[in-house]
């Protein structure tokens, strides 16, 4: 198929991954049995049959209970190392990848071999190959505002040391009855040191949190977003300010925010001049990297070349790399 080849062959950034969620089951095992974690599943093809999910909180129980497995600064680095590996077999050229303290530092790993791990991967890759990539420290909106305020506080010394890689903050974790005002002081700090700022909004919850992640948290992105479509006014406010929306499509299948990728709204969104991109999310879990899911949407939903050439462009005009750099991604 010449369309696949000219999706696989196509320069992208990819906006919204969380690095926990490229853990694929071989390497859960693996680190299982090396830092003596017990695992619920006797194989890996019993793991990917649990991947079964119904609505984020299901999805999100399993990819907290996998992440146990992470222990040493050489885990992390493992890790990124090997989403690295298969972005770049994606043709993926630029990664801002969120990852997830807390999820790490509440089973009493230190946040300075979290950093440090995801950090040297970047680096190296960067130095091997010219690959670009920055992190974004995401706060678990299950846990309260206090607990996101004292990651941002442990976090801060770090600051200095991985000033190259270290970027942004976002919001992540379970979004109905979490709003993003919950978060607003730690926000309001992180803007004022000069992070850049995302959050997750309008995956499972409303429309009035995606307002509320912009009025009130300020982002500069939303990652998903797919339910602004509900409000038209809304939609009129993404369009002209070309906020853009980081959406994954394959995750929104897996955990059934749509029913079908045929009835994803991602096509209706481009076509109507929304800031909109592909991305992965979890694809260690929900069955495909960039390509799978540029693929998967392309099929589903009868993108053009010109369509999927502009959801490239999105993913670079979306990114947080100087003006300089995007000039010469596109
Ligand atoms: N953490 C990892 N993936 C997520 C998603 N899709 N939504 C919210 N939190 C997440
Ligand atoms: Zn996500």
């Avoid at 038209?232 to 993404?238: I, S």
């Avoid at 998967?296 to 070349?305: G, I």
Wanted: hydrophobic letters at 45%.
């Amino acid at each position: 198929n010449s369309l696949h080849d000219f999706i696989r062959g196509l320069p992208k950034a990819e906006l919204h991954l969380h690095i926990e969620g490229s853990l694929e089951p071989e390497m859960m095992f693996e680190l299982a049995g090396k830092n003596g974690v017990s695992l619920p599943y006797a194989s890996v093809e019993e793991v990917r049959a649990a991947y079964d999910f119904e609505d984020l909180q299901s999805f999100l129980n399993l990819y907290y209970a996998g992440a146990a497995v992470l222990q040493t600064e050489q885990d992390f680095f493992d890790l990124t190392h090997a989403y690295i590996q298969r972005a770049r077999a994606d043709h993926v050229c630029h990664v801002e990848l969120f990852f997830d303290p807390q999820t790490h530092t509440e089973r009493g790993i230190a946040i300075e071999t979290v950093f440090s791990g995801i950090a040297r991967a970047l680096r190296e890759a960067k130095a091997a190959y010219g690959f670009s990539g920055s992190m974004i420290l995401c706060f678990l909106r299950h846990l309260s505002e206090e607990s996101a305020l004292s990651t941002l506080e442990a976090a801060l010394p770090l600051r200095d040391a991985y000033a190259d890689v270290w970027t942004g903050v976002g919001l992540d974790s379970a979004e109905v009855g979490n709003p993003p005002e919950k978060f607003a002081h730690v926000f309001t700090i992180a803007q004022a040191m000069g992070f850049r700022l995302v959050a997750h909004a309008g995956e499972e919850g409303p429309p009035a949190y995606i307002h509320s992640a912009l009025d009130v948290l300020e982002v500069e992105r939303i990652d998903h977003g797919v339910r602004a479509e509900e409000d038209p006014a809304l939609m009129q406010r993404l369009k002209t300010s070309r906020i853009p929306l980081t959406v994954c499509p394959l995750s929104n299948l897996k955990l059934c925010v749509v029913k079908d990728l045929r009835e994803h709204n991602l096509a209706r969104m481009l076509r109507d001049g929304l800031c909109v991109t592909i991305n992965s999310d979890d694809p260690a879990y929900f069955g495909g990297y960039m390509n799978a899911n540029f693929i998967a949407t392309a099929d589903a939903l009868q993108l053009s070349r010109e369509e999927l050439v502009q959801l490239a462009r999105n993913s670079f005009e979306a990114s947080f790399v100087s003006d300089a750099q995007k000039k010469i991604w596109y």
